[in-house]
């Protein structure tokens, strides 16, 4: 009896001692990530690709493997603009349970918008995320605006549109950006920032006068 | 608005500021007007740009995504507990030792380049001699001979074909902006430059020392594809090109098809080539079609 009372705590502690690891492991890839370390991204992308896709497959009935595939990036990409803007700075699950998550949100609105409604409209009880994790989801920008601000980006030169991207999208520094892309000073990278983001803010306008 | 203020809205959209700046920048985007509209404009081009920086990870994972599917593919064939394979390794590898210990035997390959005048008089040669083809070993010889000689014939066309219509991509847009002491210019302004110039070694050089970001541009990988087919590095550019067909986003992705084909021509493939000269002839949006009806014209 003794011995029995002494066994399950231990169980208990290790079980704590697990999931501690496991979180402390997900906010340290948090912080590499978020300090641009994209091979972490490469690494999770990789590291959970294949069950996710046979675990939405399975789940949502989809047969067609490049949509799966497609919500997949799409899962990922938000998870990664969560840390990059820093709205997502620990986690209290693991990162795979988190971007499975993620992942059934998304796909979910993608079935609501195709009308599909044989689903639950609720998360799935197995997905217990905790409510200290505050998640923003990205806002869907109606389809004509998306075509308009791509359309205006992809007129600017490649390598503006580069450096755009690095510096705020990616998040970088400046004197990353000026040792990235070969850049003699900083001044140069700030000064080619600002015309291509103000070219890109005026081209924009521009457009949406018309 | 003050130059102050877009430098401000610059670091805000950057996240660089503290956590009251922010809130100064906020407070000011509702309750000024000329701010507001600035402030509205500039955030609308940072959507543009988070646009493009998504189709850039997708770009990114679609390559992870062939890694992958590689390797998985990879495993599900050379799986070591099926005999078959094991069988078919063991196969290959003795398919490659013969083919070493071949190697070995033979001459040096330029040495091996017979002209037809060469081999034509190697078998008059030896059907003068012997008069008639009674030597049986002989008579195999010179049937090789002949089937060499067809090789050559067609491999010496194709080559010719493409040396006379093989000319780099270029269009005007394409001059650098940048010139000027090359050591203070980035990889990819040399890049840029020394294709412009035809300095096709350089250009490699310059695109090998840009960031992999870069090097995994569709469009950059064309011109540099073209620069490869110009120091002779066909097998490399045939990779290239055919990857940026499949990936189907660069904006040379249909002029990708008459290059490949011409890099096929080089290296004797006139099936493919014909094939991909097809492709090219079909899709309106062409630009060199009667370049492309002349070479098939050449391989028929």
Redesign the interface.
Known sequence: MRAEVLLRPSLQHLRLCKMETANQSANALLQSLSGGNMAVL?QL??AH??DFLKWAGARFHIKNRDDL?DA??DT??MF??QVR??KLTHLTCEVKTFLFTIGYRRLLKMFKKNEKTDLVDEFDANINISQSINVIENED?MEQQ?QL??A??EKLP??S??I??L?????KSIPYIMK?????SENAVSVT??RG??K??DS??QRITQ | MEERDIVLIERYLAGELTLSERAEVERRAQEEPAFKKEFTEYMMALEAIRLAGREELKNRFRQRDKILDGKSAQVKRFNPGNHFWKLAAGVLIMILLGWLIYKGYQKPYEENIITEVEMDSVIDKNIDTTGSLQNTELRASNEEKKENKKILKTRNKSEELYADNFEPYRDESMEPMARGDEDELSAFEQFELYYWDKNFEKAVAAFESMSESQKQNDNLRFLYANALMGLGKTDKAINILTDIIKNNKSIYKVEANLFLALSYLRVGNESEAKKHLDIYLKDESSEQKEKARKILAGID
């Open positions: 490469d992308y990789d690709r294949d595939l997949w990036h990922v990409i990664y603009e803007d820093k920008i998306q601000l791509k205006s980006i490649e390598k549109r580069q755009l991207v510096r705020y999208m990616e998040g990235e892309m070969g850049y003699e920032l600002s983001l103000k890109l803010k924009l306008t």
